[in-house]
Nanobody, 125 residues
Framework: QVQLVESGGGLVQAGGSLRLSCAASGRTFSSYGMGWFRRAPGKEREFVAAISWAGAYTLYVDSVKGRFTISRDNAKKNTVYLQMNSLKLEDTAVYYC?????????????????WGQGTQVTVSS
């Protein structure tokens, strides 16, 4: 079973940037698509971004397009990243990394079979 560990969350002012990291255990990281989801206070978990196994394809929720970038390092670090720029108050949430059940990408969380514990991102005014 893969272990996913997120880091990089914190408190940032609106307009600022953060980069989240998700380190994955195991030797098969590069075979799977990966995704980021978030859960804001009082809301359902929502899809944020996903990346295919080799990084050729990415997918974003409309609210973060042009501000967030998902990427991955398969060669050395077994890590997926979420670069978040121009942060808004509404980006405040716990952010979760997840592994897709295959090599592709989807927005629906039922396609993801392993989840990290989450990292808190708080955007202040």
């Amino acid at each position: 079973q893969v272990q996913l560990v997120e880091s990089g969350g914190g408190l940032v002012q609106a307009g600022g940037s953060l980069r989240l990291s998700c380190a994955a255990s195991g030797r098969t990281f590069s075979s799977y698509g990966m995704g980021w989801f978030r859960r804001a206070p009082g809301k359902e978990r929502e899809f944020v971004a996903a990346i295919s196994w080799a990084g050729a394809y990415t997918l974003y929720v409309d609210s973060v397009k042009g501000r967030f970038t998902i990427s991955r390092d398969n060669a050395k670090k077994n890590t997926v990243y979420l670069q978040m720029n121009s942060l808004k108050l509404e980006d405040t949430a716990v952010y979760y990394c997840a592994r897709h059940q295959g090599s592709g990408i989807h927005m629906a969380d039922n396609y993801f079979d392993s989840w990290g514990q989450g990292t808190q991102v708080t955007v202040s005014s």
